[in-house]
């Protein structure tokens, strides 16, 4: 029987939900699917014991030298070890929930990450950090490492499309809300459930869901829902004014069946807010959408010292860009692009970026959006959009508060003033500050049309609704995947 148990900390809850076939951890507001949670918590384990592991593994290579002349590293180099090893492929998106797990693009993101890893730990070592342990010992260790990484996330990649890694749901409703399951075509968004069928109710548009999907609960939902071991009942009812099963839901409830919104249900698989099916109401009542003194504090710090990291490292590519920018377009043209764009509250600010099109690209001052193989752009301007380059010099907007860190895409206002028009809740994106990466940025490529941005605004709302400091670094940690691999990049 399906269970809960949770530990109240100051700004969240850290807990798990377990039943007799699936398991759902929370760490604060987000949600963890199983295959990625033990990926990396066995992830975690095997780095631990790679550094000892080495030392056994070179103490049997060598056997004319003393065992006892090797000597078990030291807790502090061993949380290092693991930290770098951990951190690295975390951020070459070994650990996303939404990659999308073909075997060559694991090895990939794990043979890159055992470089880089070897690398950093290289120089520490270099630099007197662990300095008894030899290089051979750290090359040892992370091929050990890397190699119990590989087959750790390729086993789980192929357990996770079992059914015992899904959830088995049902749904409650066949109309226009219970059809909007049947829009998710990505496999990543259906990773983690299964739907045994859709009960129909009163009320309903009986034509927008298959009827071979419907199932019959004439014994009463408690008693089908046990039959089939469904785990969930999702409520996507259109109208709820029309024999609403209160009595039944409860009694599910009450066995140990968890009882899901739609709304809620689709933003936990999906990692966004479903414009289709949200009301204001939901928006109102639903938890979320907060954000005290004392977040948007440590945000502001959170940004300043992000920004000042991302400056240090990033000034190389930033001089390069200067100086090929000025050799292909001239000495006398700007380097520099400034851009009105709108901000937290409907405020404009000038967003700074290096220039990646000709000088004359909106001569006519219309502004147009980014087209794939955009004429309008350099070449030194396709260099710098694909890895992201252009991007660097909003960190004077986020110096000045007028940016974040992390946030929504900020929006030039004639987009702006269109959409709000024509899409509803897409004023709210701009209840925070808009930021040089995001929720959206990572989770969807580049949008270029009125249909992408209806598209991000579902992810901006979820960060909206759920942005914490542990959200803003995955993004930041995340958003390293989306520069290697250039998604995204126009």
Same mark, same amino acid.
């Given at each position: ?26 760490? $604060? ?13 066995? +992830?975690? @384990? ?23 002349? =090797? ?7 061993? $949380?290092?070890?693991?930290? @770098?090893? =951990?951190?690295?492929?975390? +951020? ?37 950090? /662990? ?34 890694? *899904? ?16 829009? %998710? ?7 983690? $459930? ?20 419907? @199932?019959? +609960?004439?014994? /009463? ?17 259109? &109208? ?70 991302? %400056? ?9 860009? $200067? ?23 409907? *405020? ?74 024509? @899409?509803? =809740? ?25 249909? &992408? ?38």
């Amino acid at each position: 029987m399906p269970a809960y148990i949770g530990l109240r900390l100051t700004s969240g809850w850290l807990g798990v939900e377990h039943g007799d076939r699936f398991l759902v951890a929370r760490i $604060f507001k987000h949600p963890w699917q199983l295959s990625i949670l033990w990926c990396s918590l066995l +992830a975690l @384990v095997c780095l631990a014991i790679s550094p000892g592991l080495a030392i056994w593994l070179l103490a049997i290579a060598d056997p004319a030298k003393e065992i006892s002349s =090797y000597r078990f590293p030291d807790w502090d180099l061993i $949380f290092i070890f693991v930290l @770098v090893h =951990y951190s690295i492929p975390a +951020a070459l998106g070994l650990y996303h929930s939404r990659q999308r797990g073909m075997m060559l693009s694991i090895f990939f993101r794990v043979l890159v990450g055992a470089v880089c890893s070897w690398a950093v730990l290289s120089f520490m070592l270099h630099w007197g950090l /662990g300095s008894d342990f030899s290089v051979r010992w750290l090359l040892v260790a992370s091929v050990l490492a890397s190699l119990q990484l590989l087959a750790i996330r390729m086993v789980l990649e192929k357990l996770s499309q079992r059914e015992w890694f *899904k959830k088995k749901v049902v749904i409650l409703g066949v109309g226009r809300r219970a059809a909007a399951l049947l829009k %998710l075509r990505r496999r990543t968004d259906r990773r983690g $459930f299964k739907i045994i069928g859709f009960i129909p109710c009163d009320g309903d548009d009986k034509n927008l869901v298959p009827r071979e999907l419907w @199932v019959s +609960a004439e014994q /009463g939902l408690v008693q089908y829902c046990s039959d089939h071991m469904v785990d969930e009942v999702v409520v996507a009812m259109d &109208d709820r004014r029309l024999n609403f099963p209160m009595h039944e839901l409860l009694s599910c409830r009450l066995d140990g069946i968890r009882v899901t919104e739609l709304i809620d249900f689709l933003e936990r698989e999906t990692g966004k807010v479903f414009l289709d099916v949200i009301n204001p109401s939901w928006i109102v009542f639903s938890g979320g959408f907060s954000n005290g003194r004392m977040h948007a504090l440590l945000e502001r710090v959170a940004d300043l010292v992000a920004s000042s990291l991302l %400056l240090v490292v990033t000034s190389p590519l930033m001089l390069i860009a $200067f100086i090929a920018i000025k050799i292909e377009d001239g000495f006398s043209a700007p380097v520099l692009y400034g851009q009105i764009r709108v901000g937290a509250h409907d *405020k404009r600010f000038r967003l700074f970026k290096f220039r990646s099109m000709r000088v004359d690209a909106e001569s006519d001052g219309q502004a147009v959006w980014a087209k794939p193989q955009d004429a309008r752009i350099t070449r030194v301007g396709k260099i710098i959009r694909g890895l992201r380059v252009d991007e660097l010099p909003q960190i004077i907007n986020v110096f000045r508060g007028e940016m974040s860190f992390v946030g929504p895409r900020p929006e030039r206002p004639e987009f702006y003033e269109r959409l709000e028009q024509k @899409v509803p =809740y897409y004023r709210e994106r701009t209840q925070v500050k808009p930021g040089i990466t995001g929720w959206a940025q990572i989770c969807y490529p580049y949008g270029s049309s009125d249909k &992408d941005a209806v598209e991000k605004l579902q992810y901006d709302l979820y960060y909206i609704k759920n942005h914490d400091l542990l959200l803003y670094f995955l993004i930041i940690l995340q958003t390293v995947e989306v520069i290697l691999w250039r998604k995204g990049a126009r």
